[in-house]
Every structure is written in C-alpha cells, then in structure tokens.
C-alpha cells in the first residue's frame, strides 16, 4: 500500500483537490482509499439515527452495516488520538492510500496553498512536502501546480509512489 499525503489550511482547496484527483486514479484501476483528519469532534451519523442514539447513550463503537456498505464509528472517551501509523493498520489493503491532512506526520505530501487563505506555507520547516497545489506561483524549488492541473497532479503523485505503471483491466 502507497500512501501520499495532502496538507496544507482550512479553505484551501485539499478535500476538492483529492476529489478529483479520486476518479483518475481509479479510471487506471488503481484501488484508492482515504483517511482524513477531522479537528476536533465530528459526526458521522445523524442526530435522531438509531446508531447516532446508541453511541450517545454510551457504546464504545457502532458498527452500522447494510447490503451496499458498513461504518465503524468508535469513540475515543477522553483517550487519546490513535496516531496515523494506528489508523493505517486499521485499512483494508489498496494500491494507494491518500492522506488529508496530518501536516505535521513524516509521509511524502501535497502542500495545497491557497493566497486568499492568508496562512502561512507549510513547506519551508517540512521536509516531508514533495510538490505544492496554488493559485499563485512561489519562490521555491518544490515542483508546483496549479490547482486546476488535476491530471499533472495526478501524474506526478503517482509517479512519485512507484504507481506510475500499474493499470489493472480486472477492474
């Protein structure tokens, strides 16, 4: 399993960014899953659901399954947040495992920068930083792409995780 990271703030354009990287990846039969980092606390299941109403009532996990897909949403209760490396273990197999967000974790990432976001870049004091996403060109010697140049993007994550080649037709 290859996995690549995309990092950068709030608002710049990571989650729209992967979403379209997700269909050409998977249009070369490349098996593509995600985990994404979420700050703080979120919801997965909706208020009123019954497995909403059992996990507030206590349950350490919820596992909601049916005939097209299953959930698992385990609550943590004050312990502390697995690291990636914990979270990866829990992946069924893929070909290529995508990050979103983790900007501090030590994997080869994706810096999405956006100006109007007015944060400051991650890719000076992070090694880990391979190529950069913006709307506006910058002083650095890191590979850059527009924001728009999905199939670039495409091309190079793949190349930069050892994919470039695989294209299954069992898919």
Known sequence: MKIFGFAGYSGS???TLIEQLIPLFTARGITVSL????????????PGKDSYRHRKAGCAEVLVTSSRRWA???????????????????????????????KRERIPKLEV???????????????????IATDTRLNTALPQFSLNATQDIAAFVLEHVGLVGLQRRDS
Not at 115 to 130: G, K, R
């Open 113 to 131: 920068y956006r100006a109007e976001v007015a944060e400051p870049l991650i890719h000076p004091h992070d090694e880990n930083v391979v190529a």
């Open 13 to 15: 354009g990571k989650t």
């Open 72 to 102: 698992l949403v385990h609550e943590l209760r004050g312990a502390p947040e697995p690291p990636l490396a914990e979270q990866v273990q829990r992946m069924s197999p893929c070909d290529l495992l995508l990050v979103e967000g983790y």
């Open 35 to 46: 985990i994404k980092h979420a700050h703080h606390t979120f919801e997965v299941d909706q």
